[in-house]
């Protein structure tokens, strides 16, 4: 693919600052402050006001951007009033940009009436986009079904009824032939393993990725049945911001020719506890026979 500079691009364009007030839905940083765009900066330095989730957090980014926008709340518990405002600013001619506290409003996050109530009142809503830890998770995922499509079911909710309830709808959408995403925080992580296992299977692979973009940033992919011990093996892979993905059930890790189901549970485990591939390949031959090449190379798959 060919990249092109195009109209929305370039600094201070008739499109954006300058020409008529907008409302700009900024996609800031999940984690690491080097994933802002360098349209979103400049967007964030031009805008006359800025409506946050959380004004403290945000104006660590504004300080970083070297922005001096003023800030309004604009968190699930003021959207209505957040959006009367921002309209009226729109309407003397400023513009306004629209952030979370991580990634993309509207997507899990506070956002989404405000738009709509912007949009009725007719004017213009220009998304920038960024950041996505659901993006990011299934870039890593490894997803080889056909199509790789996958739905986004953002939070679960937190009773346990409900919770198990609404699982099992996404898995009558998804049928057999999609992936899904969840987002879960650290305090209801073992309650929602413990629900997807209950409805989609203990032999269902999961990928579980925490902390995206951050210092202690983790992932590993084993079946559902296996990941409350995973997590409760080590403190630390409770902590962090938590994105789920379930893999279809006719999707399994690419197989090696004369690698056995025994085999394969002693790699994946070994791969699993974060030893080098070559030792991996070394204590299953011992364990197993298998030859040393073929193990080998499915340390390297599972490890992709």
């Known amino acids: 693919m060919t990249l092109t500079q195009s109209p929305t691009t370039a600094a201070s364009t008739p499109e954006e600052i300058g020409t008529g007030a907008v409302l700009y839905v900024v996609a800031t940083p999940i984690g690491n402050l080097e994933d802002l765009s360098p349209r979103a900066a400049r967007i964030l330095c031009d805008v006359a006001f800025v409506a946050a989730e959380d004004t403290r957090r945000t104006a660590t980014l504004l300080r970083h951007v070297g922005s001096h926008a003023a800030m309004l709340v604009a968190d699930e518990h003021h959207e209505q009033r957040a959006a009367q405002k921002i309209a009226q600013h729109l309407a003397a001619g400023d513009s306004v940009a629209l952030v979370s506290d991580a990634g993309t409003p509207a997507i899990s996050d506070p956002g989404g009436r405000i738009v709509a109530a912007i949009r009725a009142v007719g004017h213009r809503v220009v998304g920038v986009p960024g950041a996505c830890a659901a993006a990011a998770a299934l870039s890593i995922a490894g997803l080889t079904h056909a199509g790789g499509g996958w739905i986004f079911a953002g939070f679960l909710p937190t009773k346990t009824q409900e919770r198990l309830r609404v699982l099992a709808g996404w898995k009558a959408r998804a049928g057999n032939d999609l992936a899904l995403v969840f987002y879960e925080a650290p305090h209801r992580i073992d309650a929602t393993l413990t629900a997807l296992a209950d409805v989609f299977g203990a032999e269902r692979d999961v990928l579980i990725a925490?902390?995206?973009?951050?210092?202690?940033?983790?992932?590993?992919?084993?079946?559902?049945?296996?990941?409350l011990t995973w997590l409760n093996a080590d403190p630390h892979h409770a902590r962090g911001e938590f994105v789920l993905v379930i893999y279809p059930p006719a999707e399994q890790p690419p197989a090696v020719a004369g690698l056995d189901d025994d085999a394969d549970k002693v790699v994946r485990t070994l791969v699993e506890a974060g030893l080098p591939t070559k030792q991996v390949a070394q204590i299953a031959q011992q364990l197993t026979g298998v030859p040393?090449?073929?193990?080998?190379?499915r340390a390297l798959d599972l490890k992709a």
């Open 210 to 227: 925490r902390e995206l973009t951050k210092i202690f940033e983790e992932s590993v992919r084993l079946p559902l049945g296996e990941a």
């Open 292 to 297: 040393k090449d073929a193990l080998y190379q």
